[in-house]
T-cell receptor, first 111, second 115 residues
Framework: DAKTTQPPSMDCAEGRAANLPCNHS???????VYWYRQIHSQGPQYIIH???NNETNEMASLIITEDRKSSTLILPHATLRDTAVYYC????????????FGKGTRLSVIA | GAGVSQTPSNKVTEKGKYVELRCDPI?????LYWYRQSLGQGPEFLIY????????DSGLPNDRFFAVRPEGSVSTLKIQRTERGDSAVYLC?????????????FGPGTRLTVL
């Protein structure tokens, strides 16, 4: 079973920041938080991951709370092409473990 | 560069038939994963290869499902005596396999429909 909880859907106006929350209250010390997204009819795409520090790349920012029990993915300027299902995944830090997907959050970016 | 490719993109078969789904990972990636995605659900893990060997096959639903990767590159997922419940999108992913936090790159999937 997925170790994360996400809202099933969210809307965001085009050009505004999209903030997608994720709860992972049972995360253990060596587990990372990963975010993937899946655009309709495509395979999932990696976005970002982090352990305890906030992370930023060209796609998004990841904010992890100090107690690591929740995190927020931020898309700073959402576009219509960001409409997708976003998955928050907790994954062990040792070995190439499989990804355990939940149902994710369906983000709809509206013009 | 070339990403993960999967063939066929669509496969329609009849109940009871045998099917093979192919995955070509990114060149040099030693880790390869198969997932299955039913409508409205997130992908579900099936099997993971490190090189030629199956490192974890705990996600295979039953013995009708089998996968191979004989030369450590291309992998084939084989389903015997297909059932209507096997209808899903089958996704393949690969990663470098050298570090514990490697990003997985996914292919576009094969949509299997069992009539």
């Amino acid at each position: 079973d997925a170790k994360t909880t996400q809202p099933p859907s969210m809307d965001c106006a085009e050009g505004r920041a999209a903030n997608l929350p994720c709860n992972h209250s049972t995360i253990s010390g060596n587990e990372y938080v990963y975010w993937y997204r899946q655009i309709h009819s495509q395979g999932p795409q990696y976005i970002i991951h982090g352990l305890k520090n906030n992370e930023t790349n060209e796609m998004a920012s990841l904010i992890i709370t100090e107690d690591r029990k929740s995190s927020t993915l931020i898309l700073p300027h959402a576009t219509l092409r960001d409409t997708a299902v976003y998955y928050c995944i907790v994954r062990g830090g040792s070995g190439n473990t499989p990804l355990v997907f939940g149902k994710g959050t369906r983000l709809s970016v509206i013009a | 560069g070339a990403g993960v490719s999967q063939t066929p993109s669509n496969k329609v078969t009849e109940k009871g038939k045998y099917v093979e789904l192919r995955c070509d990972p990114i060149s040099g990636h030693t880790a390869l994963y198969w997932y299955r995605q039913s409508l409205g659900q997130g992908p579900e893990f099936l099997i993971y290869f490190q090189g030629t060997g199956a490192a974890d096959d705990s996600g295979l639903p039953n013995d009708r499902f089998f996968a191979v990767r004989p030369e450590g590159s291309v992998s084939t997922l084989k389903i015997q005596r297909t059932e209507r419940g096997d209808s899903a999108v089958y996704l393949c992913a690969s990663s470098w396999g050298g570090a514990s936090i490697d990003e997985q790159f996914f292919g576009p999937g094969t949509r299997l429909t069992v009539l």
